[in-house]
C-alpha cells in the first residue's frame, strides 16, 4: 500500500500536520476507554488521602514530632519523596501520595502515546490511515494532542477534587500542575522512543523501564542522601520538579517552567527524527540474528524462555531490590510509630494482629505478592499478545502442540512469581534478623509467604481461564489484580468494610505469624485455582486462535 509523504518540508508546516483533527479524533476514539478509567483511578488518591490526615493527626494534637520522624526517615524519602511541609493536610498528601500520582501519570502518557504511535505503526492501522490525505507527522500530533489533553484534565481534576477536600486552592492548583507537567515530559521521552525503535515492546522498555525506571532510582538514592550536596542533584531529575514546585509550602510557579521547557523540547525532537526515518522502521536499526537457531530455542519452551528474558530478569531485579529495602525499615518502625496509635492501628489493619513489628512485615509481604501477580498475569499476557500478533498461529502449523505452546508460557509465569513471592519472604526479614541475629525470623516469614501463595496462584487461574475460554475478556485479569493491589495498599487506610476488602484473592488467607494457621482457605484457593488452570489449559486447546 502507497502511503502520503512529504519529505523535506519541516514538521511544523501546515501540510506536514494536515488531517490532525481526524487523526485526533481516531485517538481518542481508540483510546478513550483507557484515558477514562486512568483519570478516574489517579483521581481518588489524593482527596482520599485528605480525608484520613485527621485520622492520623486527630485536631487538638501536635502533628510535628510524627511529622518530624517521617520525614526525617531516609528511607521513607526514598520511597515517598522529600516532604516540605508535613503540618497541613494539603502537603501530607502530596508528600504520601501526590508524589506516586504524578509517577503513574508519566507511566500512563508514555504507554498512551506508544500505543497510538509505534504499535499502531507495527500493527498495520498506521500505514492504512496515511494512505489517505494525511501529513506525515498528524498521526504522532494527534495522539500527542490526546495525552496532553487527557493529562491536563488530570491535573485540573486533581486541583478541584483538593480544594474540595478542604485545602488552598493555590496548592492544589500546584498539585494537579505538577502532575499534568510529568506526564507531558514523559509524553515526549515516549515519543522519542517510538521514532527511535522499530518495535512498541522496545520503545515501551526504554520509555517507561529505563528512562523512567532509571530515573526513579536515581531520585531515591537522591531523596534518602541528607546531604545537601547531593540534594542539589535534585533539580536534574524530571520526577522531582513536581516536588520542588513545592505545593501547599510557599509554591514556586516558576519551577513550572521546567517541565514544560523540556516536554516541549522532546516532542520537537519526535517530530524532527520521525522525518528522518523511514515508515516502518525505526532510527534504531534491528540487529540480525544469528545464522543457525540457538540449541535452546529448538522448540515452545526455549523460544518462551527467550521472549520472557528481559522481563524476567526486570523484574526479579526490581523485587528482589525492593523487598529489601522495604524490610530494612522494619528495624526503625516501632521508633516511628510508637507515639502515634493511630498510624500504629493503620498498620495493624494492613498486617492483622500481634506486634507492630510483626505486622509490618507481614504488610510488605502482603504487598509484594500483589505486586508479584503483577508479574505473572504480564507473563500469561505474553501468550496472549503472540496469538493476536499471529505468531501462535504460525507455531501451532508447526508440530509443536497447542498444549505444548500454553504450557510453555503458563510455566514461566507461574514458577518465576512463586519464586520471587518466597524470595520476598526472605528479603524482607532478612536486615532485623542479621541486625538481632535472630535468624529463625526468616524460616518465619517464609512460610508466611509460602501460605499467601494460594491467592497468587488463583490470579494466575483466572488470567489463564479468560485466555482460554474468553480471550477477548484477557483484560479483566488486570482489573483483578488492580482490585488486589488497591485491597493490600489503600483499602484498610480509608476504613472499608472488612467484607468488601476481603473480596480479593488474598482476603481469606492466614497472615502468618500474628494470626493462627488454618488451612481451610488455604487449601480451597488452592484447588479453585488448580481448577482453573487447568480449566484454561483445555479451553486455549478447544477453541479457535484468534487475530487481529
Avoid at 515452545?300 to 526486570?314: E, N
Avoid at 520476598?424 to 512460610?447: H, Q, T
Avoid at 482490585?483 to 482476603?507: K, N, T, V, Y
Wanted: charged residues 15%.
Amino acid at each position: 500500500m502507497t502511503t502520503l509523504s512529504l519529505p523535506g518540508r519541516p514538521w511544523w508546516s501546515p501540510m506536514s500536520q494536515s488531517g490532525i483533527g481526524a487523526t485526533t479524533a481516531i485517538a481518542w476514539r481508540r483510546s478513550r476507554l483507557y484515558w477514562v478509567l486512568w483519570v478516574l483511578a489517579l483521581l481518588t488518591l489524593m482527596p482520599l488521602t485528605v480525608t484520613k490526615y485527621h485520622d492520623l493527626v486527630p485536631p487538638g494534637s501536635s502533628p510535628e514530632q510524627l511529622m518530624a520522624t517521617l520525614g526525617s526517615n531516609p528511607t521513607m524519602r526514598a520511597i515517598l519523596g522529600v516532604p516540605h511541609d508535613l503540618s497541613t493536610a494539603g502537603g501530607f498528601t502530596m508528600w504520601r501520595v501526590g508524589a506516586f500520582t504524578g509517577w503513574t501519570a508519566a507511566f500512563v502518557a508514555a504507554f498512551g502515546v506508544i500505543r497510538g504511535t509505534r504499535a499502531d505503526e507495527e500493527e498495520g492501522r498506521t500505514e492504512l490511515v496515511r494512505s489517505g490525505a494525511v501529513g506525515r507527522h498528524a498521526i504522532l500530533g494527534g495522539s500527542l494532542l490526546v495525552t496532553m489533553v487527557a493529562t491536563l484534565v488530570l491535573g485540573v481534576l486533581i486541583a478541584l477534587s483538593m480544594v474540595g477536600a478542604g485545602t488552598p486552592a493555590k496548592g492544589s492548583l500546584a498539585a494537579g500542575l505538577g502532575v499534568t507537567a510529568i506526564s507531558w515530559v514523559f509524553a515526549g521521552v515516549a515519543a522519542v522512543c517510538a521514532q527511535v525503535f522499530e518495535s512498541a515492546r522496545s520503545a515501551r522498555s526504554w520509555a517507561a523501564g529505563i528512562v523512567l525506571g532509571g530515573l526513579f532510582l536515581v531520585r531515591a538514592v537522591l531523596d534518602g542522601s541528607s546531604s545537601v550536596r547531593v540534594q542539589a542533584w535534585r533539580w536534574l531529575i524530571p520526577l522531582e520538579w513536581p516536588q520542588l514546585v513545592r505545593p501547599y509550602a510557599d509554591e514556586r510557579w516558576w519551577v513550572l517552567l521546567l517541565p514544560m521547557v523540556l516536554s516541549f523540547l522532546l516532542i520537537g525532537v519526535a517530530f524532527s527524527l520521525e522525518s528522518r526515518r523511514d515508515f516502518g522502521s525505526g532510527l534504531r536499526a534491528t540487529r540480525l540474528g544469528r545464522a543457525d537457531a540457538a540449541p535452546g530455542l529448538g522448540d515452545a519452551a526455549g523460544l518462551a524462555r527467550r521472549l520472557h528474558r528481559t522481563g524476567v530478569i526486570g523484574w526479579s531485579l526490581g523485587v528482589l531490590v525492593f523487598s529489601y529495602g522495604m524490610g530494612s525499615i522494619g528495624s526503625q518502625i516501632d521508633a516511628m510509630l510508637a507515639n502515634n496509635p493511630q498510624v500504629a492501628e493503620m498498620m495493624a489493619k494492613l498486617g492483622g494482629t500481634g506486634e507492630l513489628k510483626n505486622a509490618f512485615y507481614i504488610a510488605m509481604l502482603g504487598i509484594m505478592v500483589t505486586v508479584v501477580s503483577l508479574a505473572a498475569v504480564q507473563f500469561l499476557s505474553r501468550l496472549h499478545a503472540e496469538e493476536l500478533t499471529g505468531h501462535a498461529e504460525v507455531l501451532a502449523s508447526t508440530a509443536t502442540s497447542r498444549w505444548a505452546l500454553a504450557r510453555s508460557h503458563l510455566g514461566i509465569a507461574l514458577v518465576v512469581p512463586v519464586v520471587l513471592a518466597l524470595a520476598s519472604g526472605v528479603l524482607v526479614p532478612l536486615a532485623e534478623a542479621a541486625k538481632l541475629g535472630r535468624w529463625s525470623m526468616i524460616g518465619d516469614y517464609l512460610g508466611a509467604a509460602a501460605v499467601l501463595l494460594p491467592g497468587l496462584l488463583l490470579v494466575l487461574g483466572i488470567a489463564m481461564a479468560l485466555l482460554g475460554w474468553a480471550p477477548r475478556w484477557f483484560s479483566l485479569a488486570w482489573v483483578a489484580v488492580g482490585w488486589s493491589m488497591f485491597c493490600s495498599w489503600l483499602a484498610p487506610l480509608f476504613g472499608l468494610p472488612e467484607w468488601l476488602i476481603d473480596l480479593q484473592p488474598w482476603g481469606h488467607l492466614p497472615r502468618l505469624p500474628s494470626d493462627p494457621l488454618d488451612l481451610v482457605p488455604v487449601i480451597i484457593e488452592t484447588v479453585i485455582a488448580v481448577v482453573l488452570l487447568a480449566g484454561g489449559l483445555v479451553g486455549f486447546r478447544r477453541r479457535d486462535l484468534l487475530s487481529r
